[in-house]
Structure formats: C-alpha cells, structure tokens
C-alpha cells in the first residue's frame, strides 16, 4: 500500500485532514480556513489519485510458424510458457495460430476448434497450473462458421474471447471476420486485443480508446509484399521486379508491426506486447486465378505465368517483430529476428484507463493496399462459404457413420 502525505483543507469553519491512505482516508476535524483551501486540496487529492499505479511482468513469446501437429505445438509452447514464469511473468502473449502454425491450406477447416476443444483446455490447464494469464490466438469453430479468435485466460479459469475484424487479403478464405472489439478486465489491468493486420485500422485502436490499461497483439504476418511467386517451370517472380508501387507500399508495410503499432498505443497512453512468428512462410494461393489476377493489375508481366496460375506457391518470412513496448512506444524488451525465443519485462500500467494523447496518428499505409484487401475478401469470402460447408458436411457424415 502506497503512503502519501496528508492533505488538509477548510469548509464551514472546520479544517479537514485527509491522511493516508488515499483510497481508505480518514477525516480528521478543526476548525477553519478559506474556501480557496477547499478547492487547492481537492484538486491535489484528484491528481494524486490519477498518478497511482501499478507495475505488472509481462513475456511474449516468438514461435516457428511453420505448420505441425497441434500436440506437438503445444509441448513447445508450455516449455516457452514455464520459462515465462520462472522469470516472473504474470501474463504470457503466444503468436497468432500458435497451436497449429500459418499456412493457406484446406486443413484449416478441419483444425478449427470449439470452446471445448484440445486448445482451449490446454490453456486453461497451463494457466491454473503455471498460474499466469495466458493468450494466444487460434482457429475458432462455433456453429457452422470459423473465427481467427484470441483467447485470454486467467488462472482461475475466466476467459475473454476476441474476433480478428481484419483477415488479411487471403485469410478470409478460412475464416469469417469479427465485428467487435474485447475489454478485459482482469485483475492486472483493463486490457485491449488485436490479432495482426486489425493493427494497420486505426478506427479499431480509437475503439480502445479511454478504456483500457494495457494493449496485447497476437500476429503472425508473412513478409507478403517480399514474397517470391514460385511457378512450376521454376521460374520466380520476386518483390523487386514487381512495380514501382509494390516498391513504395514494402517501405511503410515494413512499419506496420514496429513503428506504427507503437505509435497508436503511445496515442492511447498504454503499454504494449506484440508476439510474432518466425521461420519460412511457404504456401498455395488460395482461388489463385482470380488473386493473381488482382496482383496483374499492379504488375502486368505476370500475365505471362496465366497458365500456371493454378499452381503457384509463395514464399516469404515473417516479420519478427516480438517485443514488449512502454506507453510511450520505445521498446523495453524483444525477441531477436529469426529465433525462438521469449522477452519478459515489467510494464507500468494506470491505476485507471489513461485518455488519449494529442492527435491520433494516421497509419503511413498506401490507400490502394486497403483497396486491394477489401477486393480479395469480398472474393474470397464466396470460396470460405463453400468449402467450410464441404468440409462440415464431410464430418458430419463421418460422425453419422462412427468414422
């Protein structure tokens, strides 16, 4: 318990002593002073009680990405986890789609997992016994539709569940977006959730605005605007041949999970922790003819590969961007590039949700990119609906028949 000196002052003919502590204080009556006293100490009083707060560890965690059996994901993530705690952490940050890794594939379908499922009560079981505030985010069934969710859970058990609102461009094949925003309020703080490209709208962050302590962002972003096109004569088309445009957009996108990010949670007043992924993103194109059409717009000579359209795979790394940031967006700790690993630090957090500072800042990303994204979703959103209810309907018919 934090002690203050005492504040005094007059009202009615009585002089009134306020002594520590603020939250508990205590009158204690004599007679006296101006009514300007009241006002001075009241006014020292608020200020005193809006400077109070608190100190909280906070681990993030950076894992390959690279997909793999979600038992053996989750081994790896718990030793990631105990060494948090041995450090002191009291909340943990695992990447975007810890459990089973990134990939645009088919299989997506069938790993996305209910509330029930072998994640969830993992987590809920790591967090009861590591007793650590846990996060992570994973392909979430409910019903007949899939979500990108983070999922918080404390060590007693209580969840608070986040939709990504923002798929990125090719991940919509695989999952519906989120309409809300998620406030926890826990017993470290009241904090805010955004899963990787939900970073770059703005409108989403002033959603958070005035109301929480403590920003956390699970991403798990492929360098996509580095990528190399591989076609199956062997030929690649890589970023640096693909336009003056796609030349422009790589220099701000390579500010999206570093600078920018820091910079709407410093508007918001709040700490931030940012895990990531690393290793070698490597993938099919989902409805590849029609999204390498889009691309030719903005880079005709592929036009040539048609074709091959079909066939194309991508490649990239990801952007190793795991750290834990203070409310005034300069780093406390990270992960280094292109390793696994963890960074645990303390973060000061209000005692209540600060208001924003100044201005908030625009974003740096080129409109046409927002442009482009919108395009693919609404593209690919016909091909999530038709394929997630094949592969329900499989299922289905599978459990019907004791398969």
């Known amino acids: 318990m934090c002690s203050v000196p005492s504040l005094h002052f007059a009202a009615c003919g009585f002089k009134f002593f306020l002594l520590p502590n603020i939250v508990h204080a205590r009158l ?47 081994t790896r993530a718990e030793n990631f986890i105990a060494q948090c705690v041995q450090n002191g952490a009291q909340l943990v940050v695992l990447p975007e789609v810890f459990n089973t890794g990134y990939e645009y594939s088919d299989k997506n379908y069938l790993q996305a997992e209910t509330l029930d499922g072998v994640t969830v009560n993992w987590m809920k079981k790591t967090a009861s016994h590591y007793h650590v505030h ?69 409108k989403l962050w002033q959603k958070y605005s005035g109301k929480v302590e403590l920003m956390i962002v699970s991403s798990c972003p492929p360098k996509a605007l580095d990528l190399a096109l591989v076609f199956p004569s062997g030929e690649r088309v890589i970023n640096k041949n693909t336009g003056s445009h796609v030349q422009h957009v790589k220099r701000t996108s390579e500010k999206t999970f570093g600078e920018y990010l820091r910079r709407q949670a410093s508007y918001l007043g709040v700490p931030v922790a940012h895990a990531t992924s690393t290793g070698t993103f490597t993938s099919l194109i989902p409805k590849p003819r029609s999204s390498l059409a889009i691309l030719s717009l903005l880079y005709p000579p592929l036009w040539k590969y048609k074709s091959q359209f079909d066939h194309v795979r991508m490649e990239a790394d990801y952007y190793n961007e795991t750290y834990i940031a203070e409310n005034s967006g300069a780093v406390l700790q990270c992960v280094q590039p292109n390793t696994e690993g ?16 100044g201005k908030q800042p625009p974003y740096g990303i080129p409109n046409f990119i927002y442009q482009f994204d919108t395009m693919a979703n609404i593209i690919l959103a016909s091909e999530y609906k038709k394929k997630k209810q094949r592969y329900f309907s499989e299922q289905a018919s599978l459990l019907r028949n004791g398969g």
Not at 58 to 68: K, L, R, Y
Not at 146 to 173: C, H
Not at 343 to 353: E, G, K, N
Request: overall charge positive.
């Open 134 to 202: 846990l996060a992570g985010s994973f392909l979430r069934r409910e019903q007949d539709n899939i979500f990108n969710t983070m999922l918080l859970v404390s060590p007693n058990g209580q969840q608070w569940r986040y939709d990504k609102n923002y798929p990125w461009i090719w991940e919509r094949a695989y999952f519906q977006k989120g309409t809300n925003t998620t406030i926890a309020d826990t017993e470290l703080g009241k904090i805010g959730f955004l899963i990787c490209w939900d970073v770059a709208h703005p």
């Open 342 to 357: 963890f960074a645990v630090s303390d973060v000061t957090l209000s005692d209540s949700p600060p208001k924003p500072k």
């Open 28 to 74: 204690v009556v004599e007679p006296v002073e101006t009514h300007t006293q009241v006002t001075e100490a009241v006014s020292r009083l608020h200020k005193m009680r809006n400077n109070v707060s608190k100190s909280v560890k906070i681990a993030v965690v950076q894992m390959n990405a690279s997909p793999s059996p979600v038992k053996e994901r989750l």
